[in-house]
C-alpha cells in the first residue's frame, strides 16, 4: 500500500519562530489532507491540498503531487500550534476511500 | 466538525462488555468511515460505507461491527471488548467522489480495564 513517511517527528519551537513540516507520499494520490490534533485529541482540518499553494492566516500549505511531497508552513508560531500535525492522502485509483495517515509531527511551542 | 458528532465522547468499560459508539452527521453526505487511532500513530480504518445498502471492512476490522441506520447515522459495536481495543475512535464522512475531503468527529476516548 501506500506509504506516508512526516518530518521531523518532533520539532520544538520558540513562540514567534516559524517551521516547515514535510510529508513525502510513495505513489499518485488523488487526495491531501493536513490536520492538527490538539491536545484534546480533536482533529481539526487545515487544509485539502492534494496539488497546489493555499494559505489561510498564518498557515500556508504547497503540495507538488508530481514529486510525491507537501509542505506545511507555519509562521510566527504560537503556543497554541503546539500539538501533532498529520498529513493524509488518499492513493489514486484505491478502492477503499479512506485516508493513510503518516505518523505525525510533534509540535511543542514555547512561550 | 460540529456536523459531525460522535457520542459518548468518553467511555470507560470492562472486558467482555458489549459497547456501541455512534455517529450522526448534518452534511448530507453519503459517506461515512470509522478509525482507530493509537497512542503515537496515525489513524487507521476499522470499516467505512459509501451509502446505506453499502458497508465494506477497512484494515482492522476484526472484533468490530458497524450499522448504517440511516444516510446521517453510522454506529461501531465491540461485541466483546478487550483491553487492547483501548484507543482513541474517530468517525469521518464525506460526499461522493473520490477527491473529496473528509471531515472528522470529535472522537470517542474509549478505556477497556
Known amino acids: 500500500g501506500i506509504q506516508v513517511e512526516q518530518s521531523p517527528p518532533d520539532l520544538i519551537l520558540q513562540e514567534g519562530a516559524n517551521s516547515t513540516l514535510r510529508c513525502n507520499f510513495s505513489d499518485s494520490v488523488n487526495n491531501l489532507q493536513w490536520f492538527h490534533q490538539n491536545p484534546w485529541g480533536q482533529l481539526i482540518n487545515l487544509f485539502y491540498i492534494p496539488s497546489g499553494t493555499k494559505q489561510n492566516g498564518r498557515l500556508s500549505a504547497t503540495t507538488v503531487a508530481t514529486e510525491r511531497y507537501s509542505l506545511l508552513y507555519i509562521s510566527s508560531s504560537q503556543t497554541t500550534d503546539s500539538g501533532v500535525y498529520f498529513c493524509?492522502?488518499?492513493?489514486?485509483?484505491?478502492?477503499?476511500?479512506?485516508?493513510?495517515f503518516g505518523k505525525g509531527t510533534k509540535l511543542s511551542v514555547k512561550p | 466538525d460540529a456536523d459531525v458528532t460522535q457520542t459518548p465522547r468518553n467511555r470507560i468499560t470492562k472486558t467482555g462488555k458489549r459497547i456501541m459508539l455512534e455517529c450522526s452527521q448534518t452534511?448530507?453526505?453519503?459517506?461515512m468511515y470509522w478509525y482507530r487511532q493509537d497512542p503515537g500513530l496515525g489513524l487507521r480504518l476499522i470499516y467505512y460505507s459509501f451509502d446505506v445498502k453499502d458497508i465494506n471492512k477497512g484494515e482492522i476490522s476484526d472484533g468490530y461491527s458497524v450499522s448504517r441506520q440511516a444516510q446521517a447515522k453510522f454506529s461501531l459495536s465491540l461485541e466483546s471488548a478487550i483491553p487492547n481495543q483501548t484507543a482513541l475512535y474517530f468517525c469521518a464522512t464525506s460526499p461522493g467522489g473520490s477527491n473529496q475531503p473528509q471531515h472528522f468527529g470529535d472522537g470517542t476516548r474509549l478505556s477497556i480495564l
Open positions: 452534511k448530507g453526505h453519503d459517506r
Open positions: 493524509a492522502v488518499r492513493r489514486y485509483g484505491g478502492s477503499q476511500g479512506n485516508l493513510i
